[in-house]
């Protein structure tokens, strides 16, 4: 089925906005408060364009990452030999994935972990993070707040879009919005992800149904317990390290920070 990560390109302008070296200081940080140590190899999963894959190999790190879309593979393969970055980006699925070398830091951003759908695929990605971990390796996990799915205002009252340009192309991005259907017994949003392309004069538009899950707080919390891979050490409000999660206002995701166990 086409999906956002087919266009790589599009995708890449849409989200080429996030401030990537201000978020890798802080999983850099907060990494090393937990290890003792200053991160020495890291993997990013879901890693589209391979923004902070990139960055972390930019800073000497070993850096790889992983993604199932063939297209985007071959998209941040292209980006890492343009700019002869010694970093890798890998095919596979985040739920069933080996790796040769153990990391200290795996993680995940932007709303990718959503992509598990059900609790048994969360299981069996917390077994493959941890099975490429190094003893007490660090798993960083940046999604929603609960607050988004759950507060007053539902996600389906909003029409969250954006536009950005590069390369002589405008994309306006459409996410969920009047469109979005909730299942509360699979807790799965049926969304459109839509991205208006703009160039050369011509507008092009381009719609994806995806599916999302909406993981509640304590849900996630019970999963990371069942699964006996992880301690919970952490959780953060932003990547900010002074913002822990809570309902205040300047806590706008939810970004928890897991150890290996022994």
Same mark, same amino acid.
């Given at each position: 089925m086409p999906s956002p990560y087919s266009l790589p390109q599009i995708y890449d302008i849409a989200f080429d906005f996030r401030d990537v070296k201000g978020e890798c200081d802080f999983l850099l940080n907060v990494a090393q408060e937990h290890?003792?140590?200053? !991160?020495?190899?890291?993997?990013?999963?879901?890693?589209?364009? $391979?923004?902070?894959?990139?960055?972390l190999a930019r800073r000497g790190i070993v850096s790889h990452g992983l993604d199932n879309s063939p297209e985007m !593979?071959?998209?941040? #393969? #292209? /980006? !890492?030999?343009?700019?002869? /970055? *010694?970093?890798?980006?890998?095919? $596979?699925?985040?739920?069933?994935?080996?790796?040769?070398?153990p990391y200290d830091l795996c993680y995940i951003l932007i709303a990718s972990f959503a992509h598990l759908l059900t609790n048994r695929d969360i299981l069996d990605h917390l077994n493959?993070?941890?099975?490429?971990?190094?003893?007490? $390796? /660090?798993?960083?996990?940046?999604?929603?707040?609960?607050? +988004?799915?759950?507060? @007053? *205002?539902? @996600?389906? +009252?909003?029409? @969250?879009?954006?536009?950005?340009? $590069? +390369?002589?192309?405008?994309?306006?991005?459409?996410?969920?919005?009047?469109?979005?259907?909730?299942d509360p017994l699979t807790e799965i949003d049926d969304v459109v992800i839509s991205f208006t392309v703009e160039t050369g004069g011509q507008t092009t538009r381009h719609d994806f149904p995806e599916r999302l899950r909406r993981l509640s707080f304590q849900t996630f919390q019970a999963l990371v317990q069942q699964s006996g891979r992880f301690a919970l050490v952490d959780m953060y409000g932003d990547f900010d390290r002074d913002i822990k999660i809570s309902n205040?206002?300047?806590? !706008?995701?939810?970004? @928890?920070v897991l150890q290996k166990l022994p």
């Open positions: 290890l003792g140590r200053p !991160v020495r190899s890291a993997l990013e999963l879901a890693c589209g364009p $391979g923004y902070h894959t990139r960055e !593979v071959a998209y941040a #393969q #292209q /980006l !890492v030999a343009r700019e002869k /970055l *010694d970093a890798e980006i890998i095919r $596979g699925d985040m739920r069933a994935f080996e790796s040769v070398e493959a993070v941890a099975d490429c971990l190094n003893d007490n $390796g /660090l798993y960083i996990i940046s999604t929603a707040h609960p607050r +988004d799915f759950y507060g @007053p *205002d539902s @996600p389906s +009252d909003h029409d @969250p879009s954006w536009t950005t340009s $590069g +390369d002589g192309i405008t994309v306006t991005t459409h996410w969920g919005g009047a469109n979005q259907q909730f205040d206002p300047s806590s !706008v995701r939810f970004i @928890p």
